[in-house]
């Protein structure tokens, strides 16, 4: 049976370099918990709209499909990514589990757990605090 997982720890926004004349595009990824072990085929389902959000936020489900057999009872992680074009108006994405939801927008990310992106993965200018700027006066 398919549903929603418990709870969501993480989501991560990226907007794609498309083509000139393409939709904008964009790859979510988020992390979750789940209340067992054994959930497979993680998804993230779009709600879809009469109107458009005036927030500029696409709503996303973070579904998975439940254990049939035998499992152990403890709290797993889970993941799952997608990559998608959206309309012109999105300006991040909502993800919802059954406790929880988590925003990310492009460029920073909101929530739980969530870190500010423009900068991850990227070295700092002065990654050892001696090689710094004050250090060479």
Not at 29 to 34: R, T
Not at 98 to 124: C, F, H, I, R
């Amino acid at each position: 049976m398919d549903t929603r997982v418990h709870s969501i720890e993480d989501v991560r926004i990226e907007a794609l370099n498309v083509t000139d004349g393409s939709p904008p595009a964009v790859t979510v990824s988020a992390l979750g918990k789940v209340n067992s072990t054994g959930w497979t085929h993680p998804r993230l389902g779009p709600w879809i709209y009469i109107d458009t959000p005036k927030d500029g936020i696409l709503d996303l489900d973070f579904i998975a499909t439940a254990p049939a057999g035998i499992v152990l009872f403890v709290i797993s992680p889970i993941s799952v990514g997608l990559t998608f074009a959206v309309p012109e108006w999105v300006r991040g994405v909502r993800v919802h589990s059954s406790t929880n939801a988590v925003e990310g927008m492009l460029g920073k990310a909101k929530g739980k757990g969530s870190k500010d992106q423009a900068d991850q993965g990227k070295p700092g200018p002065w990654p050892f605090p001696w090689q710094g700027p004050e250090a060479l006066r």
